[in-house]
């Protein structure tokens, strides 16, 4: 397991659960310390003891090479820089990826980042839905979907960490699966934002379904499957991330909705907002291949911008009459 984030620890506990030995690559020497010393990650997902299959390590050269199956829970930021010095030892091994994101620079979804560290197609899955890592954690059931493009490995990481309480559908849909993971995060910071400024139920149900819409727009585009984004990875992930409390991206809205500074707000934040870095991507991949995202362009000049958000909402309430595209 690449990264002891929330959401890297949550699923090394599930995995442990059903029996399979985990060695947990900590990239922080002071975490790494505190795990080794009271069993427990007290900076991301405290109240949890590990279970003795799970294994820690600094090492990251040596956490890769001890086993053919790689799961990687970093940031989305990270996720190239972390494992350029390790790719040539990814090669041919069974490869699951939980992290969420576009990349900033090449506008990659988080496989192709992979594929192209590689040097060409791999053996990659991803993992996505509606899983804050708190619940996961706690048990609490909780229903994913796990993509390749084979489908022998969806399978197999499918059985590897389904059980009652954790259930794992699987599709071979990377394209759909990775965007409706990706965007989720920034619709979610609209959200917040709507929650903030207390502007009521009707007007939150709008937001997220035109959220979805957006987000199947783009999807399309890009040769996803439409029933794709109705399901767990999409519209299932979409609800739980603009209306779920513990949504990280979610409180950041929030955080803007009071007027605070988005890179004031970052910098004070322990844990990952995956929105802010994603919603950059996702305009200008919108605007590269001509894609009409009305939301995605006014979060992206709140949050990098500075534009006034009851501007934002103006501008958005003012739009041309149409008709509804589902």
Known sequence: MIGAGAWGTA???????????VILWVYESELLRALEETRENNFYLPGFVLPEGIELTGDLQAAVDSSENIVVATPSF??????????PRLAGKKILVLTKGLEKET???MSQVIDDLLGGPTSTAV???PSFALEVARKAFTSVVVASAEKDLACYFQEMS?????????SQDVAGVELGGALKNVMAIGAGIIEGL????NTLAAYITRALAEIKRLGRKLGAREATFMGLSGMGDLILTCTGPLSRNRMFGIELAKGKDPGEVIASQKVVVEGFYTVDA??????????????TEELYRIVHEGKDIGTSFDDIRRREIKEEDA
């Open 11 to 21: 699923f090394s506990m599930q995995l442990a659960g059903r029996g399979h030995t």
């Open 78 to 87: 990270a996720l190239r820089t972390t494992l350029t010095g390790v790719s």
């Open 107 to 109: 506008l990659f979804r």
């Open 127 to 129: 993992l996505s839905g």
């Open 162 to 170: 389904h059980d009652e309480r954790f259930r794992v559908y699987r």
């Open 198 to 201: 207390c502007l009521g139920s």
């Open 282 to 295: 996702a305009y200008r991949l919108s605007k590269t291949l001509g894609i009409e995202m009305p939301i």
